[in-house]
């Protein structure tokens, strides 16, 4: 049993950064994601990490605005979101998996999320 806890939202104006964190324990895991959902719309890929060896994914949208990393030592990942625009609003959600992994099915654990806002 993965247990994620997500930290770091809140309330953002448009061109601004936040940092969400994630704290992971329990079993080990494969990869690391962040997905997001907004209202009306269903949960989306943002980035993921390899636990072991650093591989990075990012959903187009977000390519050098956002960057994922990953504290081997402290269990913890981050998404540092650079640049925010009033689109970026969501809640968003850390994942683990036990396979390599970008698609939603295939990660099966998830935080409770974290709102970010951003204002225009």
């Known amino acids: 049993q993965v247990l994620l806890v997500e930290s770091g939202g809140g309330l953002v104006q448009a061109g601004g950064s936040l940092r969400l964190s994630c704290a992971a324990s329990?079993?080990?895991?494969?990869?690391m994601g962040w997905f997001r959902q907004s209202p009306g719309k269903e949960r989306e890929f943002v980035a993921s990490i390899g636990w072991s060896d650093d591989t990075a994914y990012y959903t187009d949208s977000v390519k050098g605005r956002f960057t994922i990393s990953r504290d081997y030592a402290k269990n913890m990942v981050y998404l540092q979101m650079n640049s925010l625009k009033p689109e970026d609003t969501a809640v968003y959600y850390c994942?683990?998996?036990?396979?390599?992994?970008?698609?939603?099915?295939?990660?099966?654990?998830w935080g409770q999320g974290t709102q970010v806002t951003v204002s225009s």
């Open positions: 994942a683990a998996a036990r396979i390599v992994a970008t698609k939603l099915h295939d990660f099966d654990a």
């Open positions: 329990g079993r080990t895991f494969r990869t």
